[in-house]
């Protein structure tokens, strides 16, 4: 059975998916091939990308599968968004002239029409499902939890008028425990926080997650627990605090985040706030755990990408194991609909590991030629490209990797990479002058599977996130010697533990690497300049290199360097 899974009318990265006998064959989103971050627009694109890349047509598909429910099945979850937002506008004037203001659009919204479906699919047999529920299907559907009974749960800025969800996952389905409305949402008030720092909301909250390292939680963590009701997620944000949700950029919101945080630095704002944030969610979260006799979790939805938080939820007592989807935000909610949608259409089957993740364009030999050509540059074409690349890491080259699939997800995970030593923590500032990146955030790095204990005693093999880059670890002595770049101001940091079945190509440099250096990693970041999406084709790696004028670009099997 082939299922096509579009993500068509969320606020960012729609996207598609193609799914075969309950696994994800092709998946992408919209931004990577229009080259707009965070491109919300239908996913035509995309649509006929994931066909390309499967080879398979549109005769072919058995069924879609549309993430995100119409307006007009929203209206349980509106309503009840508005009786709250009503109940809070009796103690704050603020809201009470939001909500009085919000009334009409709050009805004619409802009257809106999806976006059509292309001429191609409108016929075939479909399945809508809710924002939340694709969130939780991607992570459940994809995870490495076959038999055991899982705790599944998504949290995000907003979807479908909630902001989260949970689940129990057993045996191949999905028990509804409860949707969580939108008015609490964490994750609007971390954008809330996001943009008063100076950053822009949906891109830069993990720029506020680097830089609360640098900072202290107190006065502020204080303040804000003041202003919440941990022991009732009905009702857990006070006035002061649901009007950072209701509109990040407005005045309501952006004031009542200048008096909270009156006097302190940047730094300690970034700090309470992400402190808040880890409480609120790990008390819940191992409430919930208790709740539901789970100790394995699997997590989707935006507020997963924070790194920090998931390695306190893989902490908690009774947490055995935690798994997050590797395209943990919107862009992975087409591929979560179609593993919804094959899962009611085919009761019992459990969930597929999802151990491939270059689900995207690929770069071939023939297309990384033909961009060289046309680009005028010249190129070689090594014997043993994993040992020439090694040597010039070796050496302190920075070499950038743009091979076969793309990633899915925001993690470069190897296929459109840039590689720098780990040893010399200076390389972070050269590195981010390289590519306009702020100064104060971490590079991760990409660590060999055997060594991976040495640098990172918490880890273990059955973490399969840590494979996607999803979470961070305490770093032992011997990280903080070899690879200081790749440390963090807290001494932690985010590797991508690297398997030869993950990527060939890839992990063999680092083999080589470590037989030269005697060191097991380095540093792995995405391929793109600031701003722009992750490099999709041969012709957005060789453009993204010479800006940023890098020592050097495997492309395929071409090896290209800078002149001197």
Known sequence: MIILGINDIAHHNTSAALLRDGEVIAAIEEE??????????????????????????????????????????????LDRLYEHIAELAKEDGDIRK??????????????????????????????????????????????????????????????????????IGEHGKMQHVEHLHALNSLALLYSAFTIFLGFKATRHE????????????????????????????????????????????GDMAQNSIAELTEGLSK????????HFTEKLVCDKVEAYATELGVSHLALAGGIFANVKLNQYILELPGIDNIYIHPNMGDGGLAAGAALQAYADLNPGKLPIFMNNIYLGTAITEDSAEQALKEAGISYQRPVNMAKTAAELLANGKVVARACGGMEYGPRALGNRTVMAPCSDPEINDWLNKKFQRTEFMPFAPV????????????????????????LTYDAADIAKKNIPAAVHVDQTARPQ?????????????????????????????????????????????????????????????????LPE
């Not at 707009?36 to 879609?64: F, Q, W």
């Not at 609360?212 to 502020?220: S, V």
């Not at 660590?447 to 999803?470: G, N, Q, S, V």
């Open 497 to 561: 533990v690297i398997l030869r079945e993950d990527n060939e190509g890839y992990y063999d440099i680092l083999h080589e690497y470590h037989a030269l250096t005697g060191i097991a990693s380095v540093i792995n970041t995405s391929f793109n300049m600031h701003e722009e999406p992750i490099v999709c084709t041969a012709s957005d790696a060789i453009r993204a290199f010479l800006d940023a004028k890098l020592d050097a670009l495997i492309l395929g099997p071409f090896l290209i360097l």
């Open 32 to 77: 990577r091939l229009s080259r707009v971050k965070l491109d919300n627009s239908y996913p035509h694109t995309a649509i006929n990308e994931v066909l390309k890349i499967t080879g398979i047509s549109a005769d072919e598909i058995d069924h879609v599968a549309l993430a995100g429910l119409d307006h007009g099945d929203q209206r349980p979850a």
């Open 98 to 167: 939001f909500y009085r203001k919000q009334q009409l659009n709050r009805y004619t919204r409802l009257l809106r029409s999806r976006p059509k479906m292309p001429e191609a699919f409108s016929k075939k047999p479909a399945t809508v499902v809710e924002h939340h529920q694709a969130h939780a299907a991607s992570a459940y559907f994809s995870s490495p939890f076959k038999d055991e009974k899982v705790g599944v749960i998504s949290l995000d800025g907003s979807g479908d008028f909630s902001w989260g969800s949970v689940w």
């Open 267 to 274: 730094e300690d704002i970034a700090a309470g706030l992400q």
């Open 447 to 470: 660590i060999l599977e055997d060594y991976c204990t040495d640098y990172f005693p918490a880890w273990k093999p059955e973490h399969k996130a840590a494979r996607f880059m999803t």
């Open 206 to 249: 993990g720029k506020v997650l680097g830089l609360a390292a640098f900072g202290k939680p107190e006065p502020l963590y204080s303040r804000l627990m003041e202003l919440a009701n941990p022991d009732d997620w009905d009702h857990l944000l006070h006035a002061k605090l649901a009007k950072c949700t209701l509109r990040q950029h």
